[in-house]
């Protein structure tokens, strides 16, 4: 089925004992779309027309810009995004701007700019991105239901970052039934605050090995313990 193509990324980035197997998969299909937008989509006319019409956003921008190649690809792309965005702004010059003032004294613009507004709060990227997000919350509750291995597994791990928890949580009612769905959600509760303990309790490791007399008596690896935590409250999610 269409909705379950990340059921063995899952069952590796699971295996991994990353913050959060869902970011995983996030970070991995981000670098593919990447390496698609500035690769062959340059060359799909549907995929032109889509990313001349909605562009990117900024944070995919940065993420395209310092990708390291394909910066003629990405010139050549955002050529012919402005085509678009010319075309908006030629039709807006057209209209001559009458500030108002309204009932309430608030001061409106006077000319209608929905159509740029549309177009610059779009991104053809994170359109792709939140598919692979919902894709992923969906598989994984699926593997929950039907693969009591997974379930063990699921307990076991690290559990997941912010955003993530709460699209499961979000996500469970629709593919669950209410039995199920509540002990889901307690089980994914108790998993997640055991992890959020762990997780202070490496930060305090952490910050023990700035003092030399704490440094000696704890002596374990804490080098991750900030990285992790922050990719937990980070999310990959846009
Ligand atoms: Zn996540
Ligand atoms: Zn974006």
């Given at each position: 089925?269409?909705?379950?193509?990340?059921?063995?990324?899952?069952?590796?980035?699971?295996?991994?004992?990353?913050?959060?197997?869902?970011?995983?998969?996030?970070?991995?299909?981000?670098?593919?779309?990447?390496?698609?937008?500035?690769?062959?989509?340059?060359?799909?006319?549907?995929?032109?027309?889509?990313?001349?019409?909605?562009?990117?956003?900024?944070?995919?921008?940065?993420?395209?810009?310092?990708?390291?190649?394909?910066?003629?690809?990405?010139?050549?792309?955002?050529s012919?995004h402005f085509d678009?965005v010319l075309?908006?702004?030629?039709?807006?010059?057209?209209?001559?701007?009458?500030?108002?003032?309204?009932?309430?004294?608030?001061?409106?613009?006077?000319?209608?700019?929905?159509?740029?507004?549309?177009?610059?709060?779009?991104?053809?990227?994170?359109?792709?991105?939140?598919?692979?997000?919902?894709?992923?919350?969906?598989?994984?509750?699926?593997?929950?239901?039907?693969?009591?291995?997974?379930?063990?597994?699921?307990?076991?791990?690290?559990?997941?970052?912010?955003?993530?928890?709460?699209?499961?949580?979000?996500?469970?009612?629709?593919?669950?039934?209410?039995?199920?769905?509540?002990?889901?959600?307690?089980?994914?509760?108790?998993?997640?605050?055991?992890?959020?303990?762990?997780?202070?309790?490496?930060?305090?490791?952490?910050?023990?090995?700035?003092?030399?007399?704490?440094?000696?008596?704890?002596?374990?690896?804490?080098?991750?313990?900030?990285?992790?935590?922050?990719?937990?409250?980070?999310?990959?999610?846009?």
């Open positions: 089925m269409k909705e379950h193509i990340y059921t063995i990324p899952i069952r590796e980035a699971m295996a991994e004992n990353s913050p959060c197997p869902i970011c995983k998969i996030y970070e991995k299909e981000e670098r593919n779309l990447i390496e698609y937008t500035l690769g062959p989509s340059m060359m799909e006319p549907d995929s032109r027309e889509e990313s001349n019409k909605t562009g990117f956003c900024s944070y995919h921008l940065d993420k395209l810009l310092n990708f390291g190649s394909g910066k003629l690809s990405m010139a050549l792309m955002l012919t678009e075309k908006d702004l030629g039709t807006l010059a057209k209209k001559t701007p009458h500030p108002v003032t309204g009932v309430l004294k608030k001061k409106s613009p006077g000319i209608d700019i929905s159509s740029l507004e549309k177009r610059f709060s779009r991104c053809v990227m994170c359109k792709k991105m939140e598919k692979v997000s919902v894709n992923c919350v969906d598989t994984l509750i699926y593997m929950w239901k039907d693969q009591s291995d997974f379930r063990k597994e699921a307990e076991a791990s690290r559990g997941f970052c912010n955003k993530h928890l709460v699209s499961l949580i979000n996500h469970a009612p629709h593919k669950l039934n209410e039995e199920e769905c509540r002990i889901f959600i307690s089980k994914l509760l108790k998993i997640q605050a055991e992890n959020a303990n762990k997780d202070k309790e490496n930060l305090l490791g952490f910050i023990d090995q700035f003092d030399y007399q704490k440094r000696q008596e704890n002596s374990g690896d804490y080098s991750s313990a900030l990285s992790d935590v922050v990719t937990r409250l980070q999310g990959k999610e846009i």
